[in-house]
T-cell receptor, first 113, second 116 residues
Framework: SQTIHQWPATLVQPVGSPLSLECTVEGTSNPNLYWYRQAAGRGLQLLFYSVGIGQISSEVPQNLSASRPQDRQFILSSKKLLLSDSGFYLC????????????FGPGTRLTVT | AQKITQTQPGMFVQEKEAVTLDCTYD???????LFWYKQPSSGEMIFLIY??????QNATEGRYSLNFQKARKSANLVISASQLGDSAMYFCAMREAQRGAQKLVFGQGTRLTINP
């Protein structure tokens, strides 16, 4: 069966510090991968998606970036965090064939101080 | 651009009663799909049910059913015989296919509280 992992689970970082959040998927190959952010009490906003290694599409201009160095690994990064980057970050995958359903990871709660 | 609207920020229901969570959508696409996800306090997003725009029958998954009214652009979630464990945030979402990926656009969510 397929599983999706995210780490860390929680993170507190000062403004201006770098960020690296990691997401890995097991049990499938060539998945579509997604990064979402959820502000407190709000819905999810798509940040990035990837349909293959090295292929990243950005949805919202910001100081975040994403990379996909391996087939089942998706990384969210920032060189300098802003207060507005605080939120709950969720990684998701979907089957590249049918792809209708997205399966979410447990999420990372980021607080920028 | 696609848009999902959930007009109920909070709902309070007695245990064992049925509950309907509202969702309306806006799209110019002919082919689209609608999802409902449940988010408990732990934060994980749990897939509940999916309805394709060309599906003739309303989707059902156990106690969950989706009341799909295409002409009214609504996709309400119905939970029958509610349970205490149903207390959570519920999100309606629409898929937008682009370059092989299935992007999801989410509504603001409805917080459902089941009272004993």
């Amino acid at each position: 069966s397929q599983t999706i992992h995210q780490w860390p689970a929680t993170l507190v970082q000062p403004v201006g510090s770098p960020l690296s959040l990691e997401c890995t998927v097991e049990g499938t190959s060539n998945p579509n991968l997604y990064w979402y952010r959820q502000a407190a009490g709000r819905g999810l906003q798509l940040l990035f998606y990837s349909v293959g290694i090295g292929q990243i599409s950005s949805e919202v201009p910001q100081n975040l970036s994403a990379s996909r160095p391996q087939d089942r690994q998706f990384i969210l990064s920032s060189k300098k965090l802003l207060l507005s980057d605080s939120g709950f970050y969720l990684c998701a995958w979907s089957d590249s064939g049918r792809g209708y359903e997205q399966y979410f990871g447990p999420g990372t709660r980021l607080t920028v101080t | 651009a696609q848009k999902i609207t959930q007009t109920q920020p909070g709902m309070f229901v007695q245990e064992k009663e049925a509950v309907t969570l509202d969702c309306t959508y806006d799209t110019s696409d002919q082919s689209y799909g609608l999802f409902w996800y449940k988010q408990p306090s732990s934060g994980e997003m749990i897939f509940l049910i999916y309805q394709g725009s060309y599906d003739e029958q309303n989707a059902t998954e156990g106690r969950y059913s989706l009341n799909f009214q295409k002409a009214r652009k609504s996709a309400n979630l119905v939970i029958s015989a509610s349970q205490l464990g149903d207390s959570a945030m519920y999100f309606c979402a629409m898929r937008e296919a682009q370059r092989g990926a299935q992007k999801l656009v989410f509504g603001q969510g409805t917080r459902l509280t089941i009272n004993p």
